[in-house]
């Protein structure tokens, strides 16, 4: 991601239209009302007279509330996308070359936008799977690009901020201590466990992938990175087996693209769709991930 710290939400912060005693008069809960439908247009009328009505000993949690509701409205309203990861049917050898049948007739994602412009067409077009058996997750990623570059070499270098390609998992779903992976096209890789969005990214880096293995590869105009992800490894994210076929994950699988000399070209990709501001840390916003036999 390009980076962890960063703006936050807009404040949910307790409105100006709180009477001391707890009761709201007509006049005060009329103006909470459009406090709170200026503070959260896409919330229904039902749940703005709610929070307004909402005594000030009880502002904290109502804040806390507002914040989630607008999240799951501003969700519903939005169309996440839902990858399939069918189980793999032969062995896959992490080598950097995705010539196993697994990957063969794993569906591939193609619709990657930039999370700061997204009309505007990528460049440089991705692709990327998952597959899954019972030691690991797959990823693969398939990185159009006529010069992939990064000068970064150490584990847990800043990589986010040259070329990568990403994968976060949420296995819960609760945006919540989630794994984040980069893959350089040097095969160089930072992992982090992200307590929450906006978390100090320094402790966030000392969290390993235990068992992780990754690869790139070259293709004529661009580069393969593939990668094996032990479910046991997984343990601080909510998760240390396979899952049952029918379970569903959140995941964000996003790349950076930053082309040499050209300024104003870096493009920020997401398979889905983050609010720009926040980065890719959005786990909102992450997409769903359904395990299948
Ligand atoms: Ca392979
Ligand atoms: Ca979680």
Redo the contacts with the bound molecule.
């Keep these: 991601m390009p980076r962890i710290v960063r703006d936050g939400p807009p404040g949910v912060k307790r409105g100006p239209n709180y009477r001391q005693d707890g009761r709201g008069s007509g006049e005060t809960a009329c103006a909470s009302i459009a406090a709170v439908r200026s503070r959260h247009p896409v919330l229904p009328v039902a749940l703005v007279c709610l929070l307004a009505a909402a005594p000030p000993e009880t502002t904290q949690p109502s804040d806390d509330i507002a914040a989630f509701l607008v999240a799951m409205v501003e969700t519903q309203s939005i169309q996440l996308p839902t990858y399939t990861a069918r189980r793999a049917v032969d062995a896959i050898r992490v080598d950097g070359t995705l010539d196993e049948a697994s990957w063969a007739r794993a569906t591939r994602i193609r619709e990657f936008r930039h999370i700061y412009d997204p009309a505007r067409p990528s460049k440089f077009p991705t692709e990327a799977a998952i597959v899954w058996d019972d030691a690991n997750l797959y990823v693969a990623f398939d990185s159009t690009d006529p010069d992939p570059w990064g000068t970064m070499k150490n584990r847990d270098d800043r990589l986010w901020d040259e070329e990568v390609v990403e994968i976060f998992l949420?296995?819960?779903?609760?945006?919540?201590?989630?794994a984040e992976l980069e893959v350089s096209p040097n095969n160089v890789v930072v992992d982090l466990l992200i307590p929450r969005p906006k978390a100090d990214v320094e402790a966030a880096l000392r969290w390993n992938i235990d068992g992780l293995q990754t690869a790139v590869g070259r293709r004529p105009g661009g580069w393969i990175a593939e990668i094996a992800i032990p479910w046991k490894s997984l343990a601080a994210?909510?998760a240390t087996a396979a899952p049952a076929p029918g379970d569903q994950w959140?995941a964000g699988i996003y790349r950076i693209k930053r082309p040499r000399g050209v300024k104003g070209a870096d493009e920020f990709l997401a398979w889905s769709l983050t609010r720009g501001e926040r980065g890719f840390h959005d786990?909102e916003r992450f997409g769903y991930l359904q395990f299948q036999r």
């Design positions: 949420d296995p819960d779903g609760d945006g919540l201590n989630y994210a909510g959140r786990p």
